[in-house]
């Protein structure tokens, strides 16, 4: 995008040409991600869609990292920004890994890390268009947060972008408990990506979930879950529904 910007010198009025490299709206955005903490670390879920508008374009896109020793991030929005979220980081660990004191970032720290740089870029009226969620294990501690676009940032036992924390997070509410097994941990998070997968548009059933422990990241490989659309709600669903149409 290019602009025009007037210069006033003396008596005398001058345009000036300026380049504006931002992200005015998302192109090709990822939905949701929902992660729980369990028994012995952290689980995360996310599709790999990448929707560009309506259209779904991509269906192999992977969301969710392993940043460093101790923590795993995912992300939903614009993919491009979230590549260059990756490029910052990749930064932060090799600037760490290289004052090799036996010391390495913990999930806290990025997460604080992640929260300034949101935050800033949101004050440059120029954010980076997505939702993060970081989690983590470290000495034993489990660590889970989120932060969003404009550098709004929590932790909790249980976080979820887009509609899934809308239609998730009351799915965990109601059912998520601290010594969930990983089985127990899975079956939770394929139930509300399945939810996802029936209401949100931009949800495709080709999914991945990410196990974080002490002993590091494991990403499994892209699966898809059973479903069942013969509810009498999805076959003819203005059955009953008022108006003239």
Not at 156 to 166: L, Q, R, S
């Amino acid at each position: 995008m290019t602009f025009t910007i007037p210069i006033e010198n003396g008596n005398e009025v001058k345009n000036a040409e300026a380049d504006s490299q931002r992200t005015l709206y998302p192109y090709v955005t990822g939905t949701s991600v929902v992660a729980i903490k369990y028994k012995d670390g952290i689980l995360m879920a996310s599709d790999m869609g990448g929707s560009y508008g309506s259209t779904l374009r991509y269906k192999n896109i992977e969301r969710m990292k392993a940043i460093g020793k101790h923590s795993l991030l995912g992300a939903s929005g614009e993919i491009s920004d979230f590549q260059e979220i990756l490029r910052y980081l990749d930064e932060l660990v090799l600037n760490d890994n290289m004052w090799d004191d036996g010391n390495s970032l913990g999930p806290k720290e990025v997460h604080n890390y992640l929260t300034r740089v949101m935050y800033n870029r949101r004050n440059k009226f120029n954010p980076l268009w997505n939702t993060l969620v970081l989690g983590g294990v470290k000495n034993g501690e489990k660590y889970l947060g989120m932060v969003s676009m404009i550098g709004v940032s929590f932790e909790d036992n249980h976080v979820a972008t887009g509609f899934g924390n809308h239609l998730a997070r009351p799915i965990l509410r109601d059912e998520w408990r601290e010594d969930l097994s990983f089985e127990d941990g899975v079956k939770l998070l394929e139930k509300c990506m399945r939810v996802l997968l029936y209401r949100d548009r931009s949800a495709i059933n080709k999914l991945q979930i990410a196990k974080m422990t002490e002993e590091g990241v494991t990403v499994s490989e892209p699966y898809s879950l059973k479903t069942f659309w013969e509810f009498s709600a999805f076959t003819n669903p203005t059955v009953g529904a008022e108006g003239s149409w």
